[in-house]
């Protein structure tokens, strides 16, 4: 009897041993999945590690593994589907941690759902992540702004980053998206005022990745036809600098030749080498 108990210890032993090796690897790969999120470029191997240590790990630490993909899906431009991923999570809570991507998470779905047009399911939850701050905080500027553009109301759009873009600036969240929002606001509203703003920032932002130009092209076209006129600019740069160095490069072969046929020796009039016989 006491051999068969210890048997059955062991094994369980052994079982709660594998289980914790298992959760310790999920907790790895969401560590190192983490780490991708500040790398260039790291978001779809992110995506990947995010996704492989959800299917280990429970309760709260899955809700923050699955955040992580629907984050990495919406920096790629997968709107629909990180919002398919986001609002699911909407009514679970995440490790004790990280109480502000609470707060944060909802904003992250509202920008989705602005993108994909549906305006007034993410000004449900804008509301939602500002009542769970408790007031107005810059990350929510972004997700707000879009909402505006898309509803077509593009000076409030930009009253709204022009009073808020030195706390912006300060806290580090003037990105990519919120620039190209302001640049597209100026360009509706007065185009010929701003227009070597608008044309600074496109090229500064272009060429904007051709995934979020084909999600615009069905999802919002008005802002696709914008983000074209980027590409357009930096195509029609590059092709004048080609054209400036290959001009550069055709005069310096023209001097080498040059300079190669005045320091060539004159042929003989009499038709030998010159050399005394």
């Known amino acids: 009897m006491?051999?068969?108990?210890?048997?059955?210890?062991?094994?369980?032993?052994?079982?709660?041993?594998?289980?914790l090796l298992r959760l310790d690897r999920r907790l790895r790969c969401y560590r190192q999945a983490c780490d991708l999120l500040g790398e260039h470029g790291g978001f779809q191997r992110a995506e990947a590690l995010f996704q492989e240590a959800a299917r280990g790990l429970y309760?709260?630490?899955?809700?923050?593994?699955?955040?992580?993909?629907?984050?990495?899906?919406?920096?790629r431009g997968g709107y629909a589907e990180a919002a398919?991923?986001?609002?699911?999570?909407?009514?679970?809570?995440?490790p004790r941690s990280m109480r502000l991507d609470e707060v944060v998470l909802p904003g992250h779905l509202a920008l989705c759902l602005a993108m994909l047009g549906e305006t007034s399911r993410a000004r449900?939850?804008?509301?939602?992540?500002?009542?769970?701050?408790?007031?107005?905080?810059?990350?929510?500027?972004?997700?707000?702004?879009?909402?505006?553009?898309?509803?077509?109301?593009?000076?409030?759009?930009?009253?709204?980053?022009?009073?808020?873009?030195?706390?912006?600036?300060?806290?580090?969240?003037?990105?990519?998206?919120?620039?190209?929002?302001?640049?597209f606001a100026q360009w509706k509203v007065d185009p010929e005022r701003n227009t070597d703003f608008i044309f600074m920032t496109l090229l500064s932002l272009a060429p904007l990745?051709?995934?979020?130009?084909?999600?615009c092209r069905e999802h919002w076209p008005v802002l696709a036809d914008?983000?074209?006129?980027?590409?357009e600019l930096v195509a029609r740069q590059e092709e004048q600098r080609a054209r400036r160095q290959a001009e550069w490069e055709a005069r310096y072969a023209q001097r080498d030749r040059e300079r190669a046929a005045s320091n060539r020796e004159p042929l003989n009039p009499n038709g030998d080498d010159g050399s005394s016989g």
């Open 209 to 215: 990745p051709e995934w979020e130009m084909a999600f």
């Open 124 to 183: 449900h939850w804008l509301g939602v992540a500002h009542e769970r701050f408790g007031g107005r905080v810059t990350f929510l500027v972004l997700p707000e702004v879009a909402i505006l553009c898309r509803e077509g109301h593009l000076g409030a759009a930009l009253k709204m980053m022009e009073d808020c873009w030195p706390l912006l600036m300060a806290d580090g969240r003037v990105c990519s998206r919120l620039r190209l929002f302001r640049a």
């Open 2 to 19: 006491e051999y068969v108990l210890v048997s059955i210890l062991g094994v369980s032993l052994v079982g709660v041993a594998r289980m």
């Open 226 to 231: 914008f983000m074209r006129m980027g590409n």
């Open 84 to 94: 398919a991923v986001l609002e699911p999570l909407m009514a679970q809570r995440l």
């Open 59 to 75: 309760g709260t630490h899955r809700t923050a593994a699955l955040a992580g993909v629907g984050l990495c899906r919406m920096q």
